[in-house]
C-alpha cells in the first residue's frame, strides 16, 4: 500500500505551503503608506511652486488618481489565472515572467535595478545635504544670525554617510536588517510632519499665503528654465508616488479569503486617498508659506531664505532624514547585492566560500571575501557619483520620470490585458493604450526637465568642491 504524505494543516499554512498570511486591510494600508511617504514629499512644496495654484494641487490629484488605478490592476497580477486559486507571484518580476514573460521580464529587471542603484545616490546625496544643514543651521544660530555659515561642503557628509553604508552593507541577508526598516519608517513619518510643521507655522506667523495661479514668475526664471522647471516637477511628484515596485511584495502579506487583489485594491483606495491629502497639506502649505522661494528640499533648504528657527525643531527633522536615510539605503541597495551575488554563486562557486571570523562575546561572522569586495565597490562608486552631482530635486526627478511609466503603469496595464483577456481595439483596450501612451509622454518631458536641470545646476557646481 502506497502512503502519501499527511494534508497539510489548513489552519497553519496557505494554499502554496508557506506559513499562512495574516495581513488585512488595515495592515496593508500602513505598509503601503510607510513605502510611500519618503524623501519625495521634501520636494513637493517646490514642485507646486513650479506649477501653481491651479496646476500643482491639480497634478498631485491626477498622479493620485493613476496610481491608484494602475495598483488596482497591479493588484490581479498576484495570482495567475483565477484569482482565488491561481498561482502566486510573490515579487514583481515573479509576476511579469509569469504573465507576459520574454524580453519584458529583462526590460522590467533592467528598471528595477536602475531605480534601485539610482535611489542609493538620491540617498547618499540628501543625508549629506541634511548633514550639512545641521552644522549650518547651528553656525547661524551660534553667531546670533551675524554669519551666513554659506561656505560648509556637503562632501564630508556624504563621506561619513558612505563609511556608515560600507559597514551595514556588510550585513549578510536583507531580513537580518528588519529593525532597520522601522526605526526608518518612524524616522519619515517623523520629519514628514515637520515638514508640514514648518510650513503652517510661516503662514500663521507671517498671514500671507503666498503663490500664485501659475506658479514661479517669468523674470524670476527665465522662459526656457520655466518650462523645464515643469518638466523635472512632474517627476518629482511621481518619485513621491511610487511604490508599484513592492506592491506585489506587500500583497503577499495578505490573509483569504476574501482574495488577495480585493484586499489590496481597497487598502490602495485607503492608502492613496490618506497620503494625497497629506501631500497636498506638505506641497500646498510649502508653497503658501514660502511662494517663488520655495525650496527644493523643504527641511534644509528653508535656512537659504531666513528660516532658522526654531533650529532645534530643524535640527530633529535633519538628524531624522538621516537616520531614515541610512535604513533606506539599505533596503534598497540589499536586493542589488542578492542579484549580484546569486550570479556570482551560480557561475564561480568556489569565490562565494565563507570563512567564520571569531568575534569575542559574539557569534562568529560569517566573511565571505566576494561579499566585501563587491559590497565595498558598489558602496564607494555610490558614494562617489553623489559627490559628483549632488543635485537632490534632479536626481529624483529622474528617478521618478524613469520608474513612473514602466512600473506604475506600463507593466500593470499589460499584464491585467492578458489576465483579463480583454480583445484588441475594443473600448477598454484603446482606453488602457491611451492612458499608457499619455503616461509615456509625461515620463520622457519629466526625464528631459530633470536632466536639463543637472546640466544648468553643473554651469555654477565645481564637482567634489561644493
Known amino acids: ?53 491651479i496646476a500643482g494641487p491639480s497634478t498631485l490629484l491626477l498622479f493620485s488618481i493613476i496610481t491608484y488605478y494602475t495598483s488596482t490592476l497591479l493588484a490581479t497580477a498576484y495570482r495567475t489565472g483565477d484569482p482565488n486559486t491561481g498561482k502566486r ?24 535595478y536602475i531605480e534601485l542603484f539610482g535611489a542609493t545616490i ?28 554659506d561656505d560648509t561642503s556637503s562632501t564630508p557628509y556624504m563621506l561619513i554617510f558612505g563609511a556608515i553604508q560600507l559597514f551595514l552593507s556588510q550585513i549578510p541577508d536583507f531580513d537580518q536588517i528588519s529593525w532597520l526598516s522601522i526605526v526608518a519608517a518612524i524616522m519619515s513619518f517623523t520629519y514628514s510632519i515637520i515638514g508640514l510643521s514648518l510650513g503652517i507655522a510661516k503662514v500663521a506667523e507671517t498671514g500671507v499665503i503666498r503663490g500664485n495661479l501659475t506658479g514661479i514668475r517669468i523674470g524670476t526664471v527665465t522662459e526656457m528654465q520655466k518650462m523645464w522647471r515643469c518638466f523635472q516637477a512632474l517627476g518629482n511628484i511621481a518619485f513621491a508616488y511610487s511604490y508599484a515596485l513592492i506592491l506585489i511584495e506587500i500583497q503577499d502579506t495578505i490573509k483569504s479569503p476574501p482574495s488577495e487583489a480585493k484586499t489590496m485594491q481597497k487598502a490602495s483606495l485607503i492608502s492613496v486617498s490618506a ?35 526654531p533650529y532645534w525643531l530643524i535640527d530633529i527633522a535633519n538628524v531624522a532624514i538621516v537616520v531614515h536615510l541610512v535604513g533606506a539605503y539599505q533596503v534598497y541597495s540589499q ?41 565595498t565597490i558598489f558602496v564607494m562608486i555610490t558614494t562617489i557619483i553623489s559627490i559628483a552631482m549632488p543635485f537632490f530635486n534632479d536626481i529624483i526627478g529622474i528617478l521618478g520620470a524613469i520608474g513612473f511609466w514602466p512600473l506604475t503603469v506600463y507593466f500593470p496595464i499589460e ?19 491611451i492612458l499608457s ?23 555654477t557646481f565645481k564637482p567634489f568642491k561644493g
Request: aromatic share 12%.
Open 1 to 53: 500500500m502506497t502512503r502519501t504524505s499527511p494534508p497539510l494543516e489548513t489552519s497553519s499554512f496557505d494554499d502554496d505551503g508557506r506559513p499562512k498570511r495574516t495581513g488585512t486591510v488595515l495592515t496593508t494600508s500602513s505598509h503601503i503608506i510607510t513605502a510611500v511617504i519618503g524623501t519625495g514629499v521634501l520636494s513637493l512644496a517646490w514642485a507646486t511652486a513650479q506649477l501653481g495654484w
Open 89 to 112: 507571484n510573490y515579487t514583481y518580476p515573479n509576476a511579469v515572467r509569469s504573465i507576459l514573460g520574454g524580453v519584458q521580464v529583462k526590460f522590467c529587471g533592467l528598471i528595477q
Open 122 to 149: 538620491g540617498y547618499t546625496i540628501a543625508s549629506g545635504i541634511s548633514m550639512r544643514a545641521i552644522k549650518k543651521t547651528h553656525c547661524f544660530h551660534d553667531s546670533g544670525g551675524k554669519t551666513a555659515c
Open 275 to 309: 497620503t494625497t491629502v497629506f501631500y497636498m497639506l506638505c506641497g500646498c502649505f510649502g508653497y503658501a508659506a514660502f511662494g517663488d522661494l520655495a525650496p527644493g528640499n523643504l527641511i534644509t533648504g528653508v535656512g537659504k531664505i531666513g528660516f532658522h528657527n
Open 335 to 375: 536586493p542589488l547585492f542578492a542579484f549580484m551575488e546569486k550570479i556570482a554563486a551560480n557561475r564561480f562557486p568556489s569565490i562565494t566560500k565563507e570563512y567564520k571570523v571569531p568575534i569575542p562575546g559574539l557569534r562568529p561572522y560569517n566573511l565571505n571575501l566576494f561579499r566585501l569586495i563587491w559590497r
Open 415 to 433: 499584464m491585467f490585458i492578458v489576465q483579463m483577456k480583454i480583445p484588441k481595439w475594443s473600448t477598454r483596450w484603446v482606453c488602457l493604450r
Open 437 to 459: 501612451g499619455c503616461c509615456l509622454i509625461i515620463s520622457l518631458v519629466a526625464v528631459v526637465g530633470s536632466v536639463v536641470g543637472v546640466v544648468q545646476d553643473y554651469k
